[in-house]
């Protein structure tokens, strides 16, 4: 397993950004596909975006296109997510995980991820 540790949340104006880092551990980091989850209080946890292993496959959940943007480096063991024109509604705990598999493939199923941060809360005041 990969260890993860998310940072970057704040407390931030509607309209505003933020980026969101997620360092991680292990020589094999660049097999794994990551992905951005959130949960707000009381809803389950959603996927947010996702990435493959060389970085040219991108997924985002509806609500984030155009807004998101998930980008990582290999050979630092990083993965960022880029926050613009945020919403009040974008207000949750995000969390950076690792899939199970290994292969390098972009995942959007929370149930195919292994590996989780602690998670870094972001705030969007309206």
């Known amino acids: 397993q990969v260890q993860l540790a998310e940072s970057g949340g704040g407390l931030v104006q509607a309209g505003g950004s933020l980026r969101l880092s997620c360092a991680a551990s292990g020589r094999t980091f660049s097999l794994y596909g990551m992905a951005w989850f959130r949960q707000a209080p009381g809803k389950d946890r959603e996927f947010v975006a996702a990435?493959?292993?060389?970085?040219?496959?991108?997924y985002y959940a509806d609500s984030v296109k155009d807004r998101f943007t998930i980008s990582r480096d290999n050979a630092k063991n990083m993965v960022w997510l880029q926050m613009n024109s945020l919403k009040p509604e974008d207000t949750a705990v995000y969390y950076c995980?690792?899939?199970?598999?290994?292969?390098?493939?972009?995942?959007?199923?929370?149930?195919?991820?292994?590996?989780w941060g602690q998670g870094t809360q972001v705030t969007v005041s309206s």
């Open positions: 995980a690792a899939d199970r598999f290994r292969d390098g493939s972009g995942r959007t199923s929370a149930a195919d991820f292994g590996s």
């Open positions: 990435i493959s292993w060389n970085s040219p496959s991108t």
